[in-house]
């Protein structure tokens, strides 16, 4: 016998479950938070996460390919500018690239990938790849890992701020204009998913969807967190 739908209050609740899976208690993510982590373990992670963001336009253009509904498209399509900015010099992918540079990297070496690691790269690609092959709604539900966001990238903010105070304040601007702009993503991402999935299939996709999202996320901290065991360091960066 299937299973009735959820009503649009439990299948809020199931989604915001997944705040437990989130990559907010990762180890790594801990270390960083608590100030434990080396500038070039820092930097490494700034690399790494540079191919996430990324592809995250690559992502949501493949949404709106998969979408047949014209008022989501339009508003999607604002996450693609956001990210790579009205114009050149401009958008989040730019404030991430000031803050590999505010963090003592070469642009050129972020942007080339001399610095990304295969666990970073093939989970990535798995989430852009998911996207590309899964329902829209399904994508959609994967992107809201952004309901847990915003006061992660908050605490970040002020680990940066306290503990790696040799990370110039030229690299704060994506934590600092990203989470009004990830609450307000989330809240329309919502929803769409509690509108478009009505039956109890469709929204068992959609937490699946979500909890794969992140396990994408994990996986791509368990690979920083195993390379970076390897990298040391000395000097007057490691003692700020």
Not at 46 to 54: E, K, S, V
Not at 71 to 84: A, C, L
Not at 167 to 175: E, K, L
Request: one cysteine or more; glycine letters at 6%; aromatic letters at 10%.
């Amino acid at each position: 016998m299937t299973s009735p739908a959820r009503t649009p209050a439990q299948f809020t609740a199931d989604l915001h479950a997944y705040a437990e899976k989130y990559w907010h208690r990762h180890p790594f993510h801990l270390k960083l938070h608590e100030g434990e982590l080396t500038a070039d373990q820092l930097r490494l992670w700034i690399a790494n996460r540079w191919y996430y963001q990324a592809r995250l336009p690559q992502k949501d253009a493949a949404v709106i390919a998969n979408c047949p509904v014209a008022e989501v498209r339009r508003r999607w399509t604002e996450r693609i500018v956001y990210q790579d900015g009205a114009a050149d010099g401009q958008g989040g992918h730019e404030e991430w690239l000031r803050l590999a540079e505010a963090a003592g990297l070469e642009r050129t070496a972020v942007l080339d990938g001399s610095l990304l690691l295969p666990g970073v790269r093939f989970a990535t690609d798995a989430y852009v790849d998911f996207a590309r092959t899964r329902p829209w709604t399904e994508s959609v539900a994967a992107s809201l890992t952004e309901l847990f966001s915003p006061d992660l990238m908050r605490r970040r903010l002020d680990a940066i701020k306290t503990h790696y105070t040799w990370i110039a304040p030229s690299g704060h601007g994506y934590f600092t204009d990203r989470p009004p702009v990830a609450a307000a993503d989330a809240e329309h991402a919502l929803g769409l998913v509690i509108a478009h999935c009505a039956t109890r299939a469709e929204q068992d996709s959609a937490l699946a969807a979500l909890s794969f999202k992140c396990d994408v996320l994990w996986s791509m901290l368990d690979a920083i967190e195993h390379a970076s065991e390897g990298v040391t360091e000395s000097g007057p960066e490691k003692a700020a």
